[in-house]
């Protein structure tokens, strides 16, 4: 279970006080999450499908990463209530992608030459 004493990666802790501090219902909400790193993508994707009584969620979470096709993208996008972004690819996710009402946090980060 995913209790105070639980030891979590920085940013996957930082993504779920986040969405707790919102206060957002999540019980069978869709969630997608972009990156599949074993320190952040990964950890963030278990603790949104884990069930609330272990300390998760309860979404239904779909996982992405930086070489999903871009229509299937912004297919799972679209049906999100929550996008958690850490990829790490600059405009990855534009605006077409998200829907009204979609709560996007991106933890991503990267280098944009100017």
Do not use: W, Y
Request: charge should be positive.
């Amino acid at each position: 279970s995913i209790s105070s004493s639980t030891v979590l990666p920085c940013t996957a802790l930082a993504v779920k006080r986040i969405i707790e501090k919102l206060g957002m219902e999540t019980l069978g909400k869709n969630a997608v999450v972009i990156g599949r790193s074993h320190n952040v993508g990964l950890p963030i994707s278990i603790i949104l499908g884990a069930d609330k009584s272990k300390g998760g969620f309860d979404m239904t979470t779909v996982s992405c990463h930086r070489s999903t096709p871009a229509n299937q993208l912004t297919n799972v996008c679209r049906n999100a209530d929550l996008i958690v972004s850490a990829a790490g690819v600059p405009s990855l996710v534009n605006k077409g992608m998200i829907r009204p009402g979609t709560v996007l946090i991106d933890v991503g980060l990267n280098r944009i030459r100017t």
